[in-house]
């Protein structure tokens, strides 16, 4: 199993940045496609970005397109999620994750990391 860590959470103003990584401790890491996920209160869990081992293919929703950026250091491990031109609608509770099989089964969750985003 691959344990992962979210960290970067945090309160800005709208319009503002914050950058989140996601720590992976495991080898096996490295051959994963890793997700980005969120979840306000009330809704429904939403997929906003993934990436590949080959660190190109990427994915990133309607929603964060333009504003969100997803990265990887395979070096260190880590999974960085940029995000810039914040919305209070991105407020969430937001999940790193790991796909073993890269076909959107994303099985390896970590806690996550609190994003507010204040008018």
């Known amino acids: 199993p691959v344990d992962l860590v979210e960290s970067g959470g945090g309160s800005v103003q709208s319009g503002g940045s914050l950058s989140l990584s996601c720590e992976a401790s495991g080898y096996v890491y490295r051959a994963y496609c890793m997700g980005w996920f969120r979840q306000a209160p009330g809704r429904e869990r939403e997929k906003i970005a993934t990436?590949?081992?080959?660190?190109?293919?990427?994915y990133l929703s309607d929603s964060v397109k333009g504003r969100f950026s997803i990265s990887r250091d395979s070096a260190t491990n880590i999974v960085y999620l940029q995000m810039n031109s914040l919305k209070e609608e991105d407020t969430a509770r937001y999940y790193c994750a790991a796909d073993s099989t890269c076909t959107g089964n994303f099985t390896t969750w970590g806690q996550g990391t609190q994003v507010t985003v204040a008018s």
């Open positions: 990436i590949g081992a080959d660190l190109v293919s990427n």
